[in-house]
């Protein structure tokens, strides 16, 4: 899991790194002591945060306010605090876990684990001729073929698979998603979308247009998406 930690106490933020570099199943991280910084850093990177370590009471912009602003690009959460006051708010905001201040790698580990089996719930299982894959949708497995996805577009914590006629919803991330899809025919326009190739009916500086069973569509298409997206499709020039 990728991850960032919020906080404005220096301290609470070297406790949770020095955690972090014990837990295997985190990979990277990046700190911030100004939940401002870290919306500036978000909004202009393209890569996927897993987990977010978000103090509550900060100057500029509290945690609650930020995951106001962060909207639906929310990832997990787990909260830091130094009071118990915000258990209960932040539960109603369906965060994944409530630390309190100071931290100790024992709970501090049972957090994440949390964390880390929930970003693991969503399985895809990959059948050999690579045509298609199963979705666990309650408790049955529904067949999606490559070909039927228009696109997959990323949701708080969730992704949804998009056909012409259904639209799936799963527990995952967007980066899982498009290691698992045929290189060449699916290509990330934004941080946020997947398109299939042979569904773009066409492509303007800062859209892809596709087509749904309600009428044509216009995706996102990021600035630093779009030349490898050109690169990778037929484009007869003059």
């Known amino acids: 899991m990728n991850c960032l930690i919020i906080d404005d106490d220096k301290l609470s933020r070297s406790l949770i790194e020095k955690c972090i570099k014990k837990t295997s199943f985190i990979r990277t991280y990046k700190s911030f002591s100004s939940a401002v910084d870290a919306i500036n ?25 930020f995951l106001k602003v962060l909207q639906d690009q929310t990832p997990q959460i787990i909260f830091v605090s130094g009071k118990e006051d915000y258990a209960l708010e932040a539960f109603e905001l369906d965060v994944t876990d409530y630390l309190l201040k100071p931290i100790n790698l024992t709970r501090f580990y049972k957090a994440v684990e949390k964390a880390w089996k929930k970003n693991r719930s969503a399985k895809i299982e990959i059948t050999d001729d690579y045509d298609e894959f199963f979705i666990k949708k309650n408790n049955n497995l529904v067949r999606v073929r490559y070909s039927d996805i ?8 969730y992704i949804t698979i998009n056909t012409f006629n259904e639209k799936y919803t799963i527990h995952h991330t967007l980066k899982a998603i498009v290691d698992k899809l045929p290189p060449g025919k699916f290509f990330r326009i934004h941080r946020s979308y997947v398109v299939n190739a042979s569904k773009i009916n066409m492509i303007s500086s800062n859209s892809v247009e596709v087509e749904t069973d309600e009428g044509k569509m216009a995706l996102p298409l990021g600035k630093s998406f779009r030349d490898k997206l050109l690169n990778g499709i037929n484009v007869l020039s003059k």
């Open 41 to 65: 850093h978000i909004q202009k990177s393209d890569e996927i945060i897993d987990l977010i370590f978000l103090d509550i009471e900060m100057p500029e912009m509290t945690g609650v306010e």
């Open 150 to 157: 228009i696109w997959v577009e990323a949701l708080e914590n």
